[in-house]
């Protein structure tokens, strides 16, 4: 059966991260990168990005080492966007404390004609005009999810409403979907937001694991409990990856395969957590993830 490619656009970044246990400088992730890394353990992954000229070439070549097809990278003349994040000492929250869009400013991305018939599609977190215009050169996907953040939100509200009209699924986390709704109540927000556009929403919940909320009513995941909480930087993009990585690969978005993406969504987001940037997400394989998600389940089903 041939293999349901997935397409991901977001930030490929440098982040500085002043975290409880130690401050990072110059760390590569960004979206795409934390999304990529996470879905390719299920499916081939077509990414599109902009970096500057000071951006690593190694880091652009393990994503192809992971079946990443980077044709959709752009080396752009200037520097990577960077992102400088602070987190509070139990890691619950964090402050953004500067972005600097620098490369992203002037990207006008230009999908190469093989990424064009992407059945699946994540926007992952970035400008939604950049989100608007991959979608536009897309054919047909059959299931488009996407991701925003509170800089979008509070930037580019009425460009983030078109997007939303777009979507199959919006994946945000809890501060995010009260931000976007204007309710603090998760069920009520989750109800506004879903008239909103988006046919599902899935709200990510750090430590509390994430819920789901369709037509079919709503849906817990656990997260999985770690001992080692390092650096949350892009467990919600790895999240959202995993999971579209599991819809693409079952080529299904039905009630039981979605239930089944979230729990490896969930596991995959957890290994994020484990190490600094993609250093612990990067070393995984399907074996480890496998063995952690069965762990998962036995934490929330009562057996008989
Ligand atoms: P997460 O922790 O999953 O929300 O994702 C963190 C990643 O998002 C970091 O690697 C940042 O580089 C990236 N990021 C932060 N702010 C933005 C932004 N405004 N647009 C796109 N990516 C961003």
Redesign the pocket.
């Known amino acids: 059966m041939a293999q349901n490619h997935l397409l991901i656009v977001g930030?490929m970044?440098f982040?500085d991260l002043d975290l409880p246990t130690v401050e990072a400088r110059d760390v590569v992730?960004?979206?795409a990168t934390?999304a990529s890394i996470a879905a390719s353990h299920f499916v081939p992954v077509r990414a599109v990005a902009v970096v500057g000229g000071d951006f690593p070439q190694a880091a652009i070549d393990d994503l192809g080492k992971r079946g990443v097809d980077c044709a959709g990278i752009e080396r752009a003349e200037g520097k990577t966007f960077r992102?400088w994040g602070r987190y509070a000492k139990d890691l619950c929250s964090r402050t953004?404390l500067d972005?600097q869009l620098n490369v992203f400013a002037d990207f006008k991305p230009k999908l190469p004609d093989s990424f064009k018939k992407s059945p699946y599609v994540l926007l992952g977190?970035?400008h939604p005009a950049l989100q608007l215009d991959v979608l536009s050169q897309i054919d047909k996907p059959r299931l488009v999810a996407a991701d925003t953040?509170n800089?979008?939100i509070e930037g580019e509200r009425k460009l983030l409403g078109q997007v939303l009209e777009k979507l199959d699924l919006l994946v945000v986390n809890d501060e995010e979907l009260r931000q976007l709704a204007g309710i603090h109540n998760l069920k009520r927000a989750a109800r506004a937001v879903l008239s909103m556009g988006p046919k599902r929403l899935v709200v990510k919940r750090g430590e509390f694991g994430a819920l789901l909320f369709d037509s079919d009513g709503s849906f817990f995941v656990p997260a999985y409990p770690l001992e080692d909480e390092i650096d949350?930087?892009?467990?919600?993009?790895s999240f959202a990856g995993a999971l579209l990585g599991v819809l693409a690969q079952s080529d299904s978005a039905d009630r039981a395969t979605f239930r089944r993406a979230l729990h490896a969504a969930s596991t995959v987001a957890s290994f994020c957590v484990e190490g600094v940037g993609t250093k612990r997400l990067g070393g995984i394989d399907s074996g480890s993830i496998q063995k952690r998600q069965a762990e998962l389940r036995t934490l929330v089903h009562p057996g008989d």
């Open positions: 930030s970044a982040d992730g960004g979206s934390y992102w953004t972005t977190n970035i953040m800089f979008w949350p930087t892009g467990a919600g993009d």
